[in-house]
């Protein structure tokens, strides 16, 4: 499991990444140095939160696709709920533009 790549390539922190997926920071340390799995779904919440797709994320790209700003030191749970949702959507035309684009092909 690459997290840590993922996080220190987004300019997160593990305490960052842990608010993000609603766990304790020990908890990202014990997935990076794999005493434990990281679940799909925490995974999921991170991936929507970066606005990177899974398959991206399988295929080693850790990027952002979506760029949102925010202050980190300042954000709520809401703003952060926000922020996903934001991605989500964005991703979500993404596909249903691709969709279009083949299917006018």
Not at 26 to 36: A, L, N, P, T
Not at 56 to 78: C, M
């Amino acid at each position: 499991m690459e997290l840590k790549k993922l996080r220190e390539t987004n300019g997160l922190t593990q305490e960052d990444v842990a608010k993000i997926i609603g766990v304790q920071r020990e908890v990202i340390s014990y997935y990076e140095h794999g005493k434990r799995e990281i679940p799909v779904t925490n995974l999921k919440k991170l991936l929507n939160f970066l606005g990177i797709e899974l398959e991206d994320f399988k295929n080693g790209k850790y990027e952002k696709k979506i760029q949102v700003a925010y202050r980190k030191d300042d954000i709520s749970e809401e703003d952060f709920n926000q922020v996903i949702w934001l991605n989500k959507f964005v991703m979500n035309l993404s596909d249903l533009k691709k969709i279009n684009t083949e299917e006018v092909k």
